[in-house]
């Protein structure tokens, strides 16, 4: 029974990783993003009620005994996290490839009207990795380090390496 949380930029492959690693595993698996943000809106930008998001997390937390999530989020609402979590992946690849693949996550979703906030949202995204890249990630270690839990970095782009990195 393990619990893990997968964290990394956009595009750095958090959710591929994460469902893989939930059917090798058993585990139950949570994306962060589906509880931080209001899904149910068509608006760009728009975050669930913290009292909402916090009982959606608390109650995954409480009912299962393993789980792997997946997120960008270090702040006070995931303390619940880092409590029980035994390790926490943070994936780093290159960053040129993680910006591709937001570009092309989105325009796919925009093709396929599964994307609100146009062109001015991949901009924010795009922008965002790069303070996450260079300040956010120094940040998260800091956190991890003082909290004494126990982390891993994977710099690898290739999924099939990650998994052979994590004994699968």
């Not at 595009?11 to 690693?21: A, C, D, E, I, V």
């Not at 029980?84 to 570009?103: A, G, H, M, T």
């Not at 126990?150 to 004994?167: A, F, H, Q, S, V």
Request: charged residues 30%; aromatic residues 14%; hydrophobic residues 35%.
């Amino acid at each position: 029974m393990t619990k893990i949380y997968i964290m990394g930029s956009g595009g750095s492959g958090k959710t591929t990783l994460s469902k893989l690693l939930s059917q090798k595993e058993n585990s139950p698996y949570l994306e962060l993003d589906d509880i931080y943000w209001d899904n149910s809106v068509t608006a760009y930008n728009v975050k669930k009620d913290k009292e909402e998001r916090n009982a959606i997390l608390n109650n995954f937390l409480s009912q299962n005994k393993s789980w792997i999530i997946d997120g960008v989020y270090y702040k006070d609402w995931v303390k619940p996290i880092f409590k029980e979590v035994d390790i926490v992946y943070i994936l780093k690849p290159n960053f040129l490839l993680s910006q591709f693949r937001c570009i092309k996550r989105d325009i796919y979703k925009w093709y396929h009207k599964e994307r609100v906030g146009g062109i001015v949202s991949l901009y924010h995204l795009l922008k965002w990795n790069i303070k996450y890249r260079y300040k956010i990630l120094r940040v998260v270690e800091n956190i991890l380090k003082k909290q004494k839990i126990p982390y891993k970095i994977l710099k690898t782009n290739d999924i099939n390496e990650r998994l052979k990195e994590l004994g699968f």
